[in-house]
């Protein structure tokens, strides 16, 4: 008999069918996260389970089903902050995730932010389709020319990586960067800073690529955005609680830095009307990783993980 699996949203035809080959799949219609009935019945109901992000796997979750019959989350996603892996580990839950699939489109939005957001683009669109825009003049929404300057890479991991091979070999900018872990080979030249506040401070352009979770949340705080240049930029395609929002708000408003291009938010979906007010930041609804060879390539990944766990095989991506 095949284990049981429930795949939290739909996904491409072609993950589902690879789901089916060894698995009893049970798909859900709805795009929007497992309710907190939905979550506690997933580990009481099926064998394992492709979940992604927002569905919350909590420690309360857990503690409610102390005996799940569910052994694996193979997680949807390289990001797994949605998932108590601890209390997933207690409970005798095996955790996967998707690294690698993402990390050249989340690269590819990262570098579309540096640019939109230097060269004023979200800006200038709004500006065209108001009706408002009176024709070229040479002083008109001059922005910053990123060619020659300095990026700030917070995260040299694979994507952290990948923003600055493409910015360095693309744009010609000099790399800097701070990160948790030691990084032999940055893959450009490139220059570890001492700390965070340093390199807040060399930057002109910031972008942000650390993993999720409790040890990074509000890791760009007040203090961080503080130590700014005044004309430089900050883009977040990490996770959104790794930027403290109110005070990434405050010091915008204030024009204290010269502006922000964000993919995620810190209570996605919700986006606070001061943000969404500004002029001088780019807001994305979250399209890392939104091309369908992409989310193809993560399911197919977190279906290799539901795979080798059906046949006793060690676990590719364990977290």
Known sequence: MKPRLL???????????????????????????????????SLRDFDVVLP??????SAAVFADVPAPRCRLLANFGVGYNHIDVAAARAA?????NTPGAVTDATADIALMLMLMSARRAAEGERLVRSGGWTGWHPTQMLGMHLGGRRLGVVGMGR?????????????????????????????????????????MAAADMVVVTVPGGPATRHLIDAAAIAAMQPH?????????DVVDEAALIEAL??????????????????????????????????????????????????VA???AFAEGR?????V
Do not use: F, W
């Not at 219609?29 to 939905?38: F, I, Q, R």
């Not at 600055?164 to 490139?190: E, F, K, N």
């Not at 060690?314 to 364990?318: A, E, K, R, S, T």
């Open 7 to 41: 795949i939290t949203r739909p996904l491409p035809d072609a993950v589902v069918a690879a789901g089916r080959r060894l698995h009893d799949v049970v798909q859900r219609e709805s795009v929007m996260p497992l309710t907190d009935a939905e979550l506690r019945a």
């Open 52 to 57: 992604t992000l927002r569905d919350v796997y």
């Open 92 to 96: 005798g839950v095996a955790v996967t």
């Open 159 to 199: 994507i952290g990586k990948a923003v600055a091979r493409r910015a360095h070999a693309g744009l010609g900018m000099a790399v800097l960067y701070h990160s948790r872990s030691p990084v032999a080979d940055a893959g450009v030249p490139a220059r570890a800073m001492p700390d965070l506040r340093a390199l």
């Open 232 to 240: 430089a930029h900050l883009i977040n395609v990490s996770r959104g």
């Open 253 to 302: 408003e204030a024009g204290r830095i010269g502006g922000a291009g964000l993919d995620v938010y810190e209570h996605e979906p919700e986006v606070p009307q001061r943000l969404r007010a500004l002029d001088t930041v780019t807001l994305l609804p979250h399209l890392g990783t939104n091309a369908l060879e992409v989310r193809t390539e993560m399911g197919l990944m977190a």
């Open 305 to 307: 993980n539901l795979d």
């Open 314 to 318: 060690p676990l590719p991506n364990p």
